[in-house]
Nanobody
Framework: VQLVESGGGLVQPGGSLRLSCTAS????????MRWYRQAPGKERELVAT????????SYAGSVKGRFTISRDNAKNTVYLQMNSLTPDDTAVYYC?????WGQGTQVTVSS
């Protein structure tokens, strides 16, 4: 199992980023997928979940209405579209499948 995140970077407050997580080594369409994040000095927190079929999603209250999780099962990829970013969104973002983590991608929101 391998999960590889991409798309992080430096963005100004109010900006947008789209993270991608490309999966391999398992049948992607069989698994729910999640995005987590961990800010410096804080615990890792669940950001968003998407069911295996892509029809049901859920979000942390802090990102609801700003972030959108989606997936393309044909491309073995899960996405996190992040809009209206604030400095509080600064963190390392991780892709997660049951028992497996990606290496993370840094998102920094700063002017």
């Amino acid at each position: 199992v391998q999960l590889v995140e991409s798309g992080g970077g430096l963005v100004q407050p109010g900006g947008s980023l789209r993270l991608s997580c490309t999966a391999s080594g398992f049948t992607f369409s069989n698994y729910d997928m999640r995005w987590y994040r961990q800010a410096p000095g804080k615990e890792r927190e669940l950001v968003a979940t998407i069911r295996s079929s892509g029809d049901i999603t859920s979000y942390a209250g802090s990102v609801k209405g700003r972030f959108t999780i989606s997936r393309d099962n044909a491309k073995n990829t899960v996405y996190l579209q992040m809009n209206s970013l604030t400095p509080d969104d600064t963190a390392v973002y991780y892709c997660y499948r049951l028992f497996y983590w990606g290496q993370g991608t840094q998102v920094t929101v700063s002017s």
